[in-house]
């Protein structure tokens, strides 16, 4: 059994930047991909970023384009989330993800998710 642990979320001004870490435990960890995806009050959860955990190839909400990055770190099996130039709109509890179903990496489909963590964008 896979299990994520999402840490990093907190409270900050509009413009300002947060780290999200996801680090993953439990049986040999060689997921397919890794994801990001949020959901806000009232909403849809949402895709967000995600990483092919060989090769590194990235994927973005259009939104968060030029100011999300995700990384990972293959030795820590940990999948990072820099957010920068963040807004109000991007306040949400952020959730790490793992192995897509059939690959559909844009959807919330995946086989392994973690608690989430709170991200809130103050205006």
């Known amino acids: 059994q896979v299990q994520l642990v999402e840490s990093g979320g907190g409270l900050v001004q509009a413009g300002g930047s947060l780290r999200l870490s996801c680090a993953a435990s439990?049986?040999?960890?060689?997921?397919?991909?890794m994801g990001w995806f949020r959901q806000a009050p009232g909403k849809e959860r949402e895709f967000v970023a995600a990483i092919r955990w060989s090769g590194g190839i990235t994927y973005y909400k259009d939104s968060v384009k030029g100011r999300f990055t995700i990384s990972r770190d293959n030795a820590k099996n940990t999948v990072y989330l820099q957010m920068n130039s963040l807004k109000p709109e991007d306040t949400a509890v952020y959730y790490c993800a793992a192995d897509p179903r059939g690959w559909r990496i844009f959807r919330d489909e995946y086989d392994y998710w973690g608690q989430g963590t709170q991200v809130t964008v103050a205006s």
């Open positions: 439990g049986r040999t960890f060689s997921p397919n991909v």
